[in-house]
C-alpha cells in the first residue's frame, strides 16, 4: 500500500504568517491526493480534493498544489481558526491511505 | 445540508464483536453513486480506512480487515451498520463515518466530503 509522509509533524507559527505543509508519496498517486483539517472533538473537514481543487466553502487562503509523489498545502495567512491538525489522503491506488499528519500550532 | 453520526458502545471486550451505526441525512443512499465510509483512527496512529458501501449495495473492505468486517444499510432509516468481529486492544480508537465524495468509478477509493465526529471505543477487560 502507499505510504504518506507528512512533514513537518509539528509546525508552529503565528496568525498572519504563510504555512506550508508537505506530504510525500511512496509511489505516484497522479492527482489524486486530498487534504483535511481536523480539530480535536469535531468531525474532519475536506479542504483540497483531486490536489488542487477546494471543497465546498473553503476559503481561497487554502491552495493546494502538487502532483505524482510530492504535494503541498499552503496556508497563505493564517487565522486563528486554522490552528489544527491537518493530513493528507491518497485515493490513486487501493487501499486508500492517510499520512500521519501536521500539527498546526500557535 | 449533509450530517452523519456514529453511536455504539464505548466499551467492548477482547474476542467480542463491535456494532456501530451510523445515522446519516442531507442524502439518501438510494441515489445513484452515493456511497459511505468507515475509517478509524488508533491513539497515535494514521487514520485507516475500513470499507465502503454504495447505493446499489456494493461493498468495497479494506483488504486487511475484510475477515472481520461486515457493513450493511438500511436506507429507511438513513443508517449504515458496521460490524467487526474478534476485537483485540489493539483496535482501540475512534471510529468515523462519512459520506464518500462523488466520483463515478473506481468504487474501491474515494475521498470523504462530510463526516461524522467520531465515536471512541475502547477494547480492554
Known amino acids: 500500500e502507499i505510504v504518506l509522509t507528512q512533514s513537518p509533524a509539528t509546525l508552529s507559527l503565528s496568525p498572519g504568517e504563510r504555512a506550508t505543509l508537505s506530504c510525500r508519496a511512496s509511489?505516484?498517486?497522479?492527482?489524486?491526493l486530498a487534504w483535511y483539517q481536523h480539530k480535536p472533538g469535531q468531525a474532519p473537514r475536506l479542504l483540497i480534493y483531486?490536489?488542487?481543487n477546494r471543497a465546498t466553502g473553503i476559503p481561497a487562503r487554502f491552495r493546494g498544489s502538487g502532483s505524482g509523489t510530492d504535494f503541498t498545502l499552503t496556508i497563505v495567512y493564517l487565522e486563528p481558526e486554522d490552528f489544527a491538525i491537518y493530513y493528507c489522503q491518497q485515493r490513486g491506488n487501493r487501499p486508500v491511505t492517510f499520512g500521519l499528519g501536521t500539527k498546526l500550532e500557535i | 445540508q449533509i450530517t452523519l453520526k456514529e453511536s455504539g458502545p464505548t466499551l467492548v471486550k477482547p474476542a467480542e464483536t463491535l456494532t456501530l451505526t451510523c445515522t446519516f441525512s442531507g442524502f439518501s443512499l438510494t441515489t445513484n453513486g452515493v456511497g459511505v465510509g468507515w475509517i478509524r483512527q488508533a491513539p497515535g496512529k494514521a487514520l485507516e480506512w475500513l470499507v465502503f458501501i454504495y447505493w446499489d449495495d456494493d461493498k468495497r473492505y479494506s483488504p486487511s480487515l475484510k475477515d472481520r468486517l461486515t457493513i450493511t444499510k438500511d436506507t429507511s432509516k438513513n443508517q449504515v451498520v458496521l460490524t467487526m468481529t474478534d476485537m483485540d486492544p489493539v483496535d482501540t480508537g475512534t471510529y468515523y463515518c462519512?459520506?464518500?465524495?462523488?466520483?463515478?468509478?473506481?468504487?474501491?477509493?474515494?475521498?470523504?466530503?462530510?463526516w461524522g465526529q467520531g465515536t471512541l471505543v475502547t477494547v480492554s477487560t
Open positions: 509511489q505516484s498517486v497522479s492527482s489524486s
Open positions: 483531486d490536489a488542487t
Open positions: 462519512a459520506h464518500r465524495r462523488p466520483i463515478y468509478g473506481n468504487w474501491d477509493t474515494g475521498d470523504l466530503d462530510y
